[in-house]
């Protein structure tokens, strides 16, 4: 499980409720999906030299705790998997008390910047996921993985 992003939520993400407005929590989770991105090594180096992007294609948000003006939230994530054009990732929101906010499940396909079609991604970063995901498969995985809504 990687920590690897914190954000403090600023008042402009506060609804008429008085808490978190639902499109927040998404912006939240793809600033989540970014530091992982990130912390494989996905730069603008990246961008330029291998003329590779992600796309989110999918994501499922579960809302389980309210989320006030102020409070910091810390993201757990884990690499669920990894395929040479896609990336199955899932990020915990924890509050300050340590309570799970939301959880996203997410899909993100491997784009060639140029040709706008989905390819495999540099050989280098596959396999920088592809170790996370060794690491990250010996972790139980969360509730809410490969769940779907029920009514």
Same mark, same amino acid.
């Given at each position: 499980?990687?920590?690897?992003?914190? &954000? =403090?939520?600023?008042?402009?993400?506060?609804? /008429?409720?008085?808490?978190?407005?639902?499109? /927040? /929590? +998404?912006?939240?989770? +793809?600033?989540?999906?970014?530091?992982?991105? $990130? #912390?494989?090594? *996905?730069? $603008?180096? /990246?961008?330029?030299?291998?003329?590779?992007?992600?796309y989110t @294609?999918?994501?499922?948000i579960q809302?389980?705790? $309210?989320?006030?003006?102020?409070?910091?939230?810390t993201?757990?994530t884990?690499?669920?998997? &990894?395929?040479?054009?896609?990336? #199955?990732? *899932?990020?915990?929101m924890?509050?300050?008390?340590?309570?799970?906010?939301?959880?996203? $499940?997410?899909? !993100? !396909?491997? @784009?060639?910047?140029e040709? @706008?079609?989905v390819?495999?991604?540099a050989?280098?970063?596959?396999?920088?996921?592809?170790?996370?995901?060794?690491?990250? +498969? =010996?972790?139980?995985?969360?509730? %809410?993985v %490969?769940?779907?809504?029920?009514?």
């Amino acid at each position: 499980m990687l920590r690897i992003y914190q &954000v =403090t939520v600023p008042e402009h993400w506060i609804d /008429y409720n008085n808490h978190l407005t639902e499109g /927040y /929590y +998404g912006v939240a989770f +793809g600033e989540a999906s970014d530091a992982l991105l $990130e #912390h494989a090594g *996905f730069d $603008e180096a /990246y961008r330029r030299d291998e003329r590779g992007s992600f796309y989110t @294609v999918e994501t499922h948000i579960q809302y389980l705790q $309210e989320v006030k003006l102020g409070e910091t939230l810390t993201f757990d994530t884990m690499v669920l998997g &990894v395929r040479p054009k896609s990336l #199955h990732a *899932f990020h915990s929101m924890r509050r300050r008390d340590g309570k799970i906010a939301a959880t996203q $499940e997410t899909l !993100l !396909l491997h @784009v060639d910047t140029e040709e @706008v079609k989905v390819r495999p991604m540099a050989p280098w970063i596959l396999n920088k996921f592809n170790a996370l995901a060794e690491s990250h +498969g =010996t972790i139980p995985k969360p509730d %809410g993985v %490969g769940r779907s809504i029920n009514h």
